[in-house]
């Protein structure tokens, strides 16, 4: 089974703020991601995208041979409320986000002076890091800070997709792979359920969907004696697992340990601490390689 939760714009702000209380810290980071969030699922609300279609034999094929359901360049995107979304994440960006504000400046003044987004989505959704890399050099945005805008733009139409994707995992053996069932990308967070049950949550499209307890996610080895975690005292809602054979790490929610609304993309930017952590200890993110980092 998979399992999609569907949050609105109350559950975010309901999340930032139970967020902000206890780590105050945060506030400054959780005031402009509960922005984006937010205008985010606001523009997925707006959005009207027909389904992929997929056909009974290829998706035969797919389970057979382990590949996701589509390609991220397969994904659909709404192109007018991506593109009015680009503005809005820029504009907020200005007022919350020191680090962004100049880039987000000099995207929309190349905005307004006719820069063609639609070429944009493409080279994101391809990973063609040379294409993105020679844009940001020409908008002189530095190029993971435009990859950044790019795909927060493109998030709301990708998150959709996805949702309508899901229903055909639902005809097949449960997917036992660490990589996305639907888009082939490497999880960003997992999530500890009751009865030992844990869940990946894809990086780039969001979907979650279950595996076994022990599976490091990125080199695909199970074994509770290299996959181990740790945890502080202070937040035990958090877990983070590390492998001794691949050295890569990925943060965790443990759910039973708490009774917060949990919204993943919060839970990822307000812990950093724990990748600083994890660095320290020797081990890398799974998203190394991923054009979004
Ligand atoms: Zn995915
Ligand atoms: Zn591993």
Known sequence: MTQNTVFKSDDIKKAAAALRKLRPAYSEILDFYEKLFVSQEDSKDQIDIAPIQISDEMLAIKAAEKLPLINPDDFVIEFGAASKLCKTVCETAKSANQHLAQSAQTLLDAIDNDLDLKTMFPHLLQASTAQIEEAAKQLNIEQNILAFFIYSSMNPSIKLCAEQLSVYLDRQDPWQQGYCPICGNPPVLSILEDEGKRSLICSFCWHSWPVKRGLCPFCDRHDSKSFNYFFSEEENEYRVYTCDNCKKYIKTIDNTKTDRLIYPPLEQVVTLHLDMQ????????????????
Request: aromatic share 6%; net charge neutral.
């Open 278 to 293: 994890a660095n320290q200890k020797g081990f890398e993110s799974g998203l190394k390689e991923s054009i979004l980092i």
